[in-house]
């Protein structure tokens, strides 16, 4: 299976196919409403203001997998994000990232590109760079400030 074949709820409930987003450059990065690096939410919406015009899109995938870090409801969450960084790039409903119950999205992406560690993903905030033609094409820690992804997605965006 490839990235276009996979699914998932959005943060309003509603079903979104990958393939929507085929010939487009792709973060997907699993997110925390009360982390240290919650204010990643910022340089993420910046980026996503940025380059959306140019086929870029973020996904987010809340997770309350690492310390109990995001433990409301996906409306809690989506009203944190919207208040507190003004996020409109597209949110998904809380999801594992981990374990047996992990979101088939995420058992792809760790499949596709391992972090030093391994494949799980160790905290909130990782981040995948998917190209316009549906390849994983680099993980980054979740302590990898957005702004250090920029080189990378101005080389696929042009």
Known sequence: MGFYEFSATNIDG???N???YKGKVVVV???AS???LTP???ELEAMYQDYRDK???ILGFPTNQFANQDPGSNDEIQQFCQLNYGVTFTMF???DVNGDNAHPIFKYLKQEKKSLLGSDIKWNFAKFLIDSSGQVVKRYAPTTAPAKMRKDIEKLLS
């Open 14 to 16: 509603e079903t979104v």
């Open 18 to 20: 990958m393939a929507d």
């Open 29 to 31: 990065v699993n997110t």
């Open 34 to 36: 009360k982390c240290g």
């Open 40 to 42: 990643q939410f910022k």
């Open 55 to 57: 086929g870029f899109e």
């Open 93 to 95: 409903e809380k999801i």
